[in-house]
Protein backbone atom coordinates (compact mmCIF):
# COMPACT_ATOMS: atom_id res chain seq x y z
CA UNK A 1 0.00 0.00 0.00
CA UNK A 2 2.61 2.07 0.95
CA UNK A 3 4.17 1.86 -2.72
CA UNK A 4 1.32 2.45 -4.35
CA UNK A 5 0.77 5.46 -1.78
CA UNK A 6 4.42 6.89 -3.24
CA UNK A 7 3.63 5.84 -7.20
CA UNK A 8 0.32 7.61 -6.78
CA UNK A 9 2.21 10.83 -5.26
CA UNK A 10 4.48 10.88 -8.11
CA UNK A 11 2.15 10.35 -10.56
CA UNK A 12 0.63 13.76 -9.53
CA UNK A 13 3.73 15.74 -9.44
CA UNK A 14 4.54 14.33 -12.60
CA UNK A 15 1.74 15.81 -13.94
CA UNK A 16 1.85 18.88 -11.96
CA UNK A 17 5.11 19.65 -13.63
CA UNK A 18 3.55 19.35 -17.27
CA UNK A 19 0.61 21.45 -16.31
CA UNK A 20 0.36 25.09 -18.31
CA UNK A 21 2.09 27.29 -16.55
CA UNK A 22 0.67 30.62 -18.00
CA UNK A 23 -2.44 30.11 -16.39
CA UNK A 24 -3.40 33.83 -16.50
CA UNK A 25 -4.31 35.54 -20.05
CA UNK A 26 -2.13 36.83 -22.23
CA UNK A 27 -4.17 40.60 -21.70
CA UNK A 28 -5.89 42.08 -18.71
CA UNK A 29 -8.82 44.23 -19.58
CA UNK A 30 -10.23 46.84 -17.38
CA UNK A 31 -12.67 50.13 -17.54
CA UNK A 32 -11.72 53.32 -16.07
CA UNK A 33 -14.06 56.08 -15.85
CA UNK A 34 -11.97 58.89 -16.83
CA UNK A 35 -14.11 62.08 -15.00
CA UNK A 36 -14.07 60.26 -11.52
CA UNK A 37 -10.50 58.33 -12.01
CA UNK A 38 -12.00 55.32 -10.73
CA UNK A 39 -11.32 51.49 -12.12
CA UNK A 40 -14.69 50.05 -12.62
CA UNK A 41 -15.55 47.69 -10.28
CA UNK A 42 -16.69 43.92 -12.54
CA UNK A 43 -19.34 41.63 -11.40
CA UNK A 44 -19.48 38.44 -12.74
CA UNK A 45 -22.86 37.35 -13.29
CA UNK A 46 -24.13 34.30 -15.02
CA UNK A 47 -21.16 33.73 -17.35
CA UNK A 48 -20.73 37.11 -18.15
CA UNK A 49 -18.54 39.97 -16.04
CA UNK A 50 -20.43 43.76 -16.10
CA UNK A 51 -19.59 46.85 -14.91
CA UNK A 52 -21.47 50.24 -14.51
CA UNK A 53 -20.64 52.71 -16.41
CA UNK A 54 -22.40 56.40 -15.79
CA UNK A 55 -23.95 58.44 -18.75
CA UNK A 56 -22.07 61.36 -19.66
CA UNK A 57 -18.85 59.83 -18.26
CA UNK A 58 -15.65 59.14 -20.55
CA UNK A 59 -14.02 56.15 -20.31
CA UNK A 60 -10.87 54.10 -21.54
CA UNK A 61 -10.11 50.49 -21.77
CA UNK A 62 -7.03 49.65 -19.50
CA UNK A 63 -5.03 46.66 -21.55
CA UNK A 64 -2.09 45.13 -19.60
CA UNK A 65 0.37 42.50 -21.19
CA UNK A 66 0.89 40.29 -18.65
CA UNK A 67 3.60 38.49 -21.00
CA UNK A 68 7.55 39.02 -21.80
CA UNK A 69 6.55 38.85 -25.48
CA UNK A 70 4.67 41.62 -27.76
CA UNK A 71 1.03 40.48 -28.06
CA UNK A 72 -1.50 42.21 -31.03
CA UNK A 73 -4.85 43.32 -29.09
CA UNK A 74 -7.98 43.99 -31.65
CA UNK A 75 -10.09 46.42 -29.87
CA UNK A 76 -14.03 45.75 -30.09
CA UNK A 77 -16.06 48.43 -28.48
CA UNK A 78 -20.75 47.87 -29.16
CA UNK A 79 -19.09 45.38 -31.76
CA UNK A 80 -17.05 48.34 -33.46
CA UNK A 81 -12.88 47.66 -34.44
CA UNK A 82 -11.87 50.99 -32.33
CA UNK A 83 -9.50 51.35 -34.86
CA UNK A 84 -10.94 51.06 -38.09
CA UNK A 85 -14.64 51.49 -37.51
CA UNK A 86 -15.43 48.34 -39.31
CA UNK A 87 -17.70 45.71 -37.73
CA UNK A 88 -15.23 43.90 -35.70
CA UNK A 89 -13.43 40.65 -36.68
CA UNK A 90 -10.31 39.29 -34.88
CA UNK A 91 -8.36 39.65 -38.26
CA UNK A 92 -8.38 42.99 -38.24
CA UNK A 93 -6.37 45.80 -37.33
CA UNK A 94 -5.43 45.93 -33.39
CA UNK A 95 -2.39 47.82 -31.33
CA UNK A 96 0.93 46.09 -30.26
CA UNK A 97 1.47 45.66 -26.59
CA UNK A 98 4.88 45.58 -25.73
CA UNK A 99 6.05 43.04 -22.86
CA UNK A 100 4.82 43.91 -19.54
CA UNK A 101 3.30 47.25 -21.24
CA UNK A 102 0.45 48.57 -19.90
CA UNK A 103 -2.02 51.32 -21.81
CA UNK A 104 -5.18 53.37 -21.79
CA UNK A 105 -7.21 53.24 -25.53
CA UNK A 106 -9.12 56.21 -25.04
CA UNK A 107 -10.75 56.55 -28.25
CA UNK A 108 -12.28 55.73 -31.96
CA UNK A 109 -9.04 55.84 -33.62
CA UNK A 110 -9.60 58.73 -35.83
CA UNK A 111 -5.80 59.17 -37.30
CA UNK A 112 -2.51 58.77 -36.38
CA UNK A 113 -2.54 61.60 -34.20
CA UNK A 114 -6.07 61.61 -32.16
CA UNK A 115 -8.81 59.81 -31.07
CA UNK A 116 -12.77 60.00 -30.44
CA UNK A 117 -13.59 60.16 -27.11
CA UNK A 118 -15.51 56.95 -25.34
CA UNK A 119 -17.80 58.20 -23.51
CA UNK A 120 -21.28 56.44 -21.95
CA UNK A 121 -23.75 57.92 -24.00
CA UNK A 122 -27.79 57.09 -24.52
CA UNK A 123 -28.13 53.78 -25.93
CA UNK A 124 -29.87 55.74 -29.56
CA UNK A 125 -26.91 58.57 -29.24
CA UNK A 126 -24.14 55.49 -29.39
CA UNK A 127 -21.44 55.30 -32.42
CA UNK A 128 -22.71 51.68 -33.45
CA UNK A 129 -26.27 52.87 -33.50
CA UNK A 130 -26.11 55.72 -35.63
CA UNK A 131 -24.15 53.86 -37.66
CA UNK A 132 -26.91 51.36 -38.18
CA UNK A 133 -25.26 48.43 -36.01
CA UNK A 134 -27.10 47.99 -32.58
CA UNK A 135 -27.03 44.72 -32.00
CA UNK A 136 -23.89 43.91 -30.19
CA UNK A 137 -23.89 47.27 -27.99
CA UNK A 138 -23.02 47.25 -24.41
CA UNK A 139 -20.18 45.08 -24.74
CA UNK A 140 -15.96 45.88 -24.72
CA UNK A 141 -14.15 42.49 -26.22
CA UNK A 142 -10.65 42.15 -27.12
CA UNK A 143 -9.01 39.56 -28.95
CA UNK A 144 -5.04 38.80 -28.26
CA UNK A 145 -2.47 37.29 -30.48
CA UNK A 146 1.04 36.13 -29.85
CA UNK A 147 4.01 37.13 -32.07
CA UNK A 148 5.60 34.60 -34.15
CA UNK A 149 8.83 35.52 -34.23
CA UNK A 150 11.04 37.65 -31.25
CA UNK A 151 11.09 41.72 -31.31
CA UNK A 152 13.34 43.61 -29.33
CA UNK A 153 10.99 46.02 -27.35
CA UNK A 154 10.38 49.24 -28.03
CA UNK A 155 8.89 51.29 -25.17
CA UNK A 156 6.51 53.92 -27.12
CA UNK A 157 2.86 54.24 -27.38
CA UNK A 158 1.16 51.24 -28.68
CA UNK A 159 1.67 51.11 -32.01
CA UNK A 160 -0.71 49.63 -34.68
CA UNK A 161 0.19 46.43 -36.81
CA UNK A 162 0.32 47.29 -40.17
CA UNK A 163 -0.35 44.52 -42.91
CA UNK A 164 -3.21 43.37 -44.91
CA UNK A 165 -6.06 42.80 -41.87
CA UNK A 166 -8.01 46.37 -43.35
CA UNK A 167 -9.23 44.68 -46.40
CA UNK A 168 -9.80 41.30 -44.78
CA UNK A 169 -12.13 42.87 -42.27
CA UNK A 170 -13.96 44.69 -45.30
CA UNK A 171 -14.97 41.46 -46.93
CA UNK A 172 -15.63 39.88 -43.59
CA UNK A 173 -18.35 43.43 -43.41
CA UNK A 174 -19.57 42.45 -47.03
CA UNK A 175 -19.96 38.90 -45.51
CA UNK A 176 -21.78 40.25 -42.47
CA UNK A 177 -24.12 42.52 -44.14
CA UNK A 178 -27.40 40.10 -45.14
CA UNK A 179 -27.68 38.44 -42.32
CA UNK A 180 -27.27 41.52 -39.95
CA UNK A 181 -30.76 42.86 -42.31
CA UNK A 182 -31.92 39.43 -41.42
CA UNK A 183 -31.64 39.93 -37.76
CA UNK A 184 -33.73 43.59 -37.25
CA UNK A 185 -35.98 41.81 -35.22
CA UNK A 186 -33.01 40.55 -32.33
CA UNK A 187 -31.39 44.10 -33.09
CA UNK A 188 -34.77 45.92 -31.85
CA UNK A 189 -34.79 43.49 -29.22
CA UNK A 190 -31.29 44.14 -27.64
CA UNK A 191 -31.93 47.66 -27.99
CA UNK A 192 -35.38 47.84 -25.92
CA UNK A 193 -33.06 46.11 -23.30
CA UNK A 194 -29.96 48.19 -23.51
CA UNK A 195 -29.71 51.37 -21.77
CA UNK A 196 -26.42 52.94 -22.59
CA UNK A 197 -24.16 52.59 -25.31
CA UNK A 198 -20.59 54.41 -26.19
CA UNK A 199 -20.84 57.25 -28.03
CA UNK A 200 -18.33 59.22 -30.65
CA UNK A 201 -17.26 61.99 -27.80
CA UNK A 202 -14.44 65.33 -28.37
CA UNK A 203 -10.99 64.98 -30.08
CA UNK A 204 -7.91 64.50 -28.11
CA UNK A 205 -4.29 64.11 -29.00
CA UNK A 206 -3.21 60.69 -28.75
CA UNK A 207 -0.55 59.92 -31.14
CA UNK A 208 0.60 56.57 -32.44
CA UNK A 209 2.59 54.56 -34.87
CA UNK A 210 2.89 51.44 -37.36
CA UNK A 211 4.95 48.23 -36.73
CA UNK A 212 4.92 44.87 -37.94
CA UNK A 213 3.54 42.04 -36.69
CA UNK A 214 3.60 38.26 -37.42
CA UNK A 215 1.02 36.19 -35.95
CA UNK A 216 2.22 32.82 -33.96
CA UNK A 217 -1.76 31.57 -35.36
CA UNK A 218 -4.87 31.77 -37.38
CA UNK A 219 -7.11 32.31 -34.36
CA UNK A 220 -6.91 34.17 -31.49
CA UNK A 221 -5.43 33.16 -28.03
CA UNK A 222 -7.56 34.82 -26.02
CA UNK A 223 -10.66 36.07 -26.65
CA UNK A 224 -12.25 38.34 -23.47
CA UNK A 225 -15.54 40.58 -23.01
CA UNK A 226 -16.54 42.96 -20.93
CA UNK A 227 -20.70 43.95 -20.84
CA UNK A 228 -22.00 47.33 -19.17
CA UNK A 229 -25.24 48.93 -18.90
CA UNK A 230 -26.07 51.70 -16.35
CA UNK A 231 -26.18 51.18 -12.64
CA UNK A 232 -30.11 50.90 -12.42
CA UNK A 233 -29.94 48.52 -14.99
CA UNK A 234 -27.53 46.34 -13.42
CA UNK A 235 -29.49 46.18 -10.36
CA UNK A 236 -32.51 45.59 -12.39
CA UNK A 237 -30.87 42.20 -13.40
CA UNK A 238 -29.49 41.27 -10.19
CA UNK A 239 -25.86 41.75 -11.28
CA UNK A 240 -25.08 44.71 -8.63
CA UNK A 241 -26.62 45.03 -5.40
CA UNK A 242 -29.25 47.80 -4.69
CA UNK A 243 -27.61 50.54 -2.22
CA UNK A 244 -28.66 51.28 0.77
CA UNK A 245 -28.65 53.81 3.04
CA UNK A 246 -28.05 57.89 2.48
CA UNK A 247 -27.23 59.31 -1.07
CA UNK A 248 -24.74 62.23 -0.15
CA UNK A 249 -24.97 64.29 -3.18
CA UNK A 250 -22.77 68.15 -3.19
CA UNK A 251 -24.79 71.16 -3.41
CA UNK A 252 -27.92 69.51 -2.24
CA UNK A 253 -29.01 70.64 0.92
CA UNK A 254 -28.72 68.09 4.18
CA UNK A 255 -30.52 67.97 7.12
CA UNK A 256 -27.37 67.39 9.01
CA UNK A 257 -24.49 69.60 7.83
CA UNK A 258 -22.07 69.25 10.39
CA UNK A 259 -21.30 67.44 13.24
CA UNK A 260 -21.40 69.73 16.53
CA UNK A 261 -23.33 72.96 17.70
CA UNK A 262 -20.51 75.61 16.88
CA UNK A 263 -20.57 79.14 19.38
CA UNK A 264 -23.02 81.87 17.41
CA UNK A 265 -21.88 85.02 16.51
CA UNK A 266 -20.94 87.14 20.01
CA UNK A 267 -22.80 90.86 19.63
CA UNK A 268 -20.41 93.73 18.68
Not at 34 to 58: C, I, K, M, N, Y
Not at 119 to 124: A, E, K, Q, Y
Not at 143 to 150: G, I, K, L, S, Y
Amino acid sequence: MLHRFLASLATLALLAACAPSHARPLVDVSVVDRDTGEWLSQHPHRGDVWVAGSPGHRYSVRLTNTTGERVLVVLSVDGVNAITGQTAHPSQAGYVLEPWQTTEINGWRKSMHDVAQFVFTDLGDSYAARTGRPRNVGVIGIAAFREARTYYPQYTPPPIARGRMEKRGEANDAAAAPADTSRGLAAEESMRQQSIGTGHGDREWAPTSRTGFERATRQPEQVSEVRYDDYRRLVALGVVPRRHGPIWRENAPSAFPGRFVADPPRYR
